[in-house]
């Protein structure tokens, strides 16, 4: 079964601090996976995904087939940075993506 | 705002009435998808249009939901004899290619059924 799983729905981190988003998937392939985000009162909106291996607002993730994880990191959080964090997995489908429950991170001043 | 649009953006009903959603999606992307979103949950695929032509349902969705978009253009929702269960942010995203690209989401409907 294809599954995702965000173990932390809400993170509390201090401005300047460093950031960890933790998301498992369980999926027999070669799974391609997305972190979104919503920030307060706007849409959902894609971040970043792993075969770009590119960072984001400072943000990076790397997949880790033998951990089965695709974690979001940032070592400097930002008061901008709290929002909605999903991790989401496309498996066997083209169409649909299979999401976590969402982490809600928050930066303290 | 050429993002993707939806209406309502809230509808309360009673529970055993029917409801319609609207989802205009950004006018070159010819993929649409439907989506559904619970408290403290992420999003649930429901179904996908390839232009006109829907080509994936879940099979989580009951046959009280249907979905159209018949000329490849805007969509439509409608859930028949709306249950309590049925409560719910429905979330519509278009995109030019696979949803192994960049998704882009409206800002959904919240349906709240009495």
């Known amino acids: 079964a294809q599954r995702v799983t965000q173990p932390e729905k809400l993170l509390s981190v201090f401005k300047g601090a460093p950031v960890e988003l933790k998301c498992n998937y369980s999926y027999s392939g070669s799974p391609e996976l997305f972190w979104y985000v919503q920030y307060s009162r706007q849409r959902l909106q894609l971040l970043l995904r792993?075969?770009?291996?590119?960072s984001i607002k400072g943000f990076t993730a790397d997949l880790n087939k033998g951990e089965t994880s695709f974690h979001l990191k940032k070592p400097f959080a930002q008061e901008e940075d709290s929002a909605m964090y999903y991790c989401?997995?496309?498996?066997?489908?083209?169409?649909?993506?299979?999401w976590g429950a969402g982490t809600k991170l928050i930066i303290k001043p | 705002d050429t993002g993707v649009s939806q209406d309502p953006r809230h509808k309360i009903t009673k529970r055993g009435q029917n409801v319609t959603f609207r989802c205009d999606p950004i006018s070159e992307h010819n993929r649409l998808y439907w989506y559904r979103q619970t408290l403290g949950q992420g999003p649930e695929f429901l179904t996908y249009?390839?232009?006109?032509?829907?080509?994936?349902k879940s099979r989580l969705l009951s046959d009280r939901f249907s979905a159209e978009r018949p000329k490849g253009s805007f969509s439509t929702l409608e859930i028949q004899r709306t249950e309590q269960g049925d409560s719910a942010m429905y979330l519509c995203?278009?995109?030019?290619?696979?949803?192994?690209?960049?998704?882009?989401f409206g800002s959904g409907t919240q349906l709240s059924v009495l």
């Open positions: 989401a997995l496309s498996g066997y489908s083209n169409y649909q993506l299979i």
């Open positions: 792993h075969i770009s291996r590119e």
């Open positions: 995203a278009s995109s030019l290619k696979s949803a192994k690209e960049k998704l882009f």
């Open positions: 249009f390839q232009n006109e032509a829907q080509l994936e």
